[in-house]
């Protein structure tokens, strides 16, 4: 397995779209920081509480969330578009070891990164808001939750990209999934259209990132739930690979 892991870390950071994408990760969580900070404090009429100004500095997540995503369909849809896929097959005949190792592999730096960038969402905001006072639990929990947030959103595009295996269709999925119908599904009528939109996808993932309840999730509930959608895409991604053809 160690020899698996070497391999899929040496093609990971070989690959420059690796390196840009995880840039404009951590820009978008930066910059979405210093903007949102500097527009919320010109507006605000006193101090902004601590426990919002960590909040309103992560507002760069929903769109890190697609960055982190692409990335995820990139590590494996590239290899079926270059046929690369196919030298992997035959290195590691065991299908499922060399998806686990690409999953080992990804989650380690995705995690160590976007732990980063949201500490340095949080510390820019801060800087900005300078609110009266500011509780060091909701700064590691809001940076932890949004750290294994963008993870897991990087995770959901990975098992999207081997359940489809073409780039633009298993980004445009992600996008669908991330984004598009968590919206819809919050407009659902009646109390079925509620329970539907709470458990949705990053409609549960984001409360870990807010610290928030909704309805009957809290924050790290809400957080299982959408790991288990990613579980989905990641294990219904794995049964095809070993069924299908290179």
């Known amino acids: 397995m160690m020899d698996i892991l070497r391999s899929e870390w040496t093609k990971i950071r070989s690959v420059r779209s690796t390196v840009w994408t995880l840039a404009v990760t951590a820009a978008l969580m930066l910059g979405f920081a210093a903007l949102i900070g500097a527009a919320a404090k010109s507006t605000a009429d006193g101090p902004i509480p601590g426990d919002q100004a960590v909040t309103m500095s992560l507002g760069g997540s929903m769109l890190a969330a697609l960055s982190m995503a692409t990335l995820g369909v990139l590590v494996i849809s590239s290899e ?48 900005i808001f300078q609110p009266p006072s500011i509780e060091l639990g909701d700064v590691v929990r809001s940076s932890l939750g949004s750290g294994l947030y963008l993870t897991a959103c990087g995770l959901f595009g990975l098992g999207l990209g ?10 445009v999925s992600a996008i669908a999934l ?48 959408y790991l288990a959608w990613v579980a989905v895409a990641v294990l219904a991604g794995g049964v095809l690979m070993r069924r299908r053809d290179a």
């Open 80 to 127: 079926y578009r270059t046929g690369g896929i196919r030298t992997s097959f035959m290195a590691v005949p065991q299908r499922m070891r060399l998806l686990t190792g690409k999953i080992v592999v990804f989650v380690a730096i995705s995690l160590v990164v976007c732990l980063v960038a949201s500490a340095g969402a949080i510390g820019v905001g801060v800087a």
């Open 162 to 171: 081997t359940l489809v295996r073409h780039t633009p269709g298993a980004i």
């Open 178 to 225: 991330i984004l598009v119908l968590p919206m819809m599904a919050n407009q659902l009528p009646g109390e079925w259209g509620k329970t539907v939109a709470e458990y949705f996808t990053t409609n549960a993932g984001l409360l870990v990132v807010s610290g928030q309840t909704n309805g009957s999730l809290g924050p790290w509930s809400g957080f299982a739930v």
